[in-house]
């Protein structure tokens, strides 16, 4: 957690709201569909402690109904820009086969996909080919056969060497092209989910080297349709000034496209991590997108991840060691890094809450009774700390524990590191 946000306990100016079986007042993150009723965490409907009983320990839960909900709200504002608009679904943050299927039964997004697993796990869910737009890079020349067998599927390359070899193999495509502003924007100030900036990156191609890519382009036989861009993740209201400057800057290669009919936006809409996070405001970033779009004659695409899919879910954890080594009182859980890596890796706030309160929701979060705790994963290395003196109420062996906003880049990014097994999987409908 960070050292601004507000103790858990603290009350919500924002979405939650005080509800009539939870006399307490709300927490931050509550809302109606994740929230306290009565002592026990409730996530769409379902009391966790209850499934976690039966599915056990670690055992991740989504709520299908906020992702379609989350889908939902993004096409609204989408459709408030008056352009013509798709979803793709950025399946490298929750890759889970019914939660994909589920998405492609709402009709509401395609997929993109970074690498040939995910465009034939893609396809195995239910989504056409032509529904995938593939996004990736250092690109093999396996992954080119893959993208040349599968010829709707729409790919954004992103250097000179893909389009070149994509070219060879499958020639008389349309494209786009990933290109890169030298500008980024994610969540906060945190440069670890920049994209692109000052320091030169990987991904996408420079101006300076666009027109390079366009002759390239043309000498492979493939006609360049369209731009695309993904600059960072997790930007949130207080970023969408610096996401609007990166906008305006990546206009300069479609003005440079006489045939672009689709501008793709990328991901990196982000979801409040922490109290003091104020929500990305949809309409403020569909103005922007409208703004300047405009009488362009474009399609928009944009390929969230997180935003569909970080806070329905959540991972549920058991305590097995409640023990204070000098000053500090370390809770232990049957569950570390190797499941959920963001915190370690990017350094992101987790929250971590009770499944079930030790008393009613007033006593056990006023402020008097929370007491700073470490909770601690169960792998042998010393970054796996989910939070370090985080005000809780208090925890024995054997309860659960609930860490928040895990619907994204948790289990799809899981490993097996100390072979520890990786968490059952569970949607709830
Ligand atoms: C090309 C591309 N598109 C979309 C995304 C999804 O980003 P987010 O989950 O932040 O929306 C990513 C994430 O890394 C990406 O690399």
Redesign the pocket.
Known sequence: MSPDSLAPGSVSSGAGGAHSDSPAPALWWERPDLRYVGRDLHLGGHNLAVLAKEAGTPAFFYSGARVLANLRRVKAALESTGLPHGIRY?M??NRYGPLLTLMKTSGLCGI?A?SPGELRHAVRCGFRPDEVSY?ATSVSPADLEVLARNPTAWV?ADSLSTIRRLGAVSPGRAIGL?VNPAMGVGYGENQL?R?SGERTSK?GIYKEHFQEALDTAAASGLSVEGI?F?V???YLNGQLDAWAAVVRECAWFLDRLPKARIVNI?????VPHVATDRPLDLAAWAGIIRDTFKDRGVEIWV??????V?DAGVLVLQVNTVERKRQTDFVGVDGGFNLAMEPVFYRLPCEPVPATLPSDAATAWDPAALKPVTIAGNINEALDIWAENVPLPPFAEGDRLVLLNAG??ASAMGSNHCMRAQAEEHLLL
């Open positions: 950025a490298k943050a993109d970074c996004t954004n990933r989910l994209y991904f695309h993904h960072g993740c997790g990328g991901g990196g809409l982000g390929e969230p991840g997180d935003h569909i970080k994204g880049y």
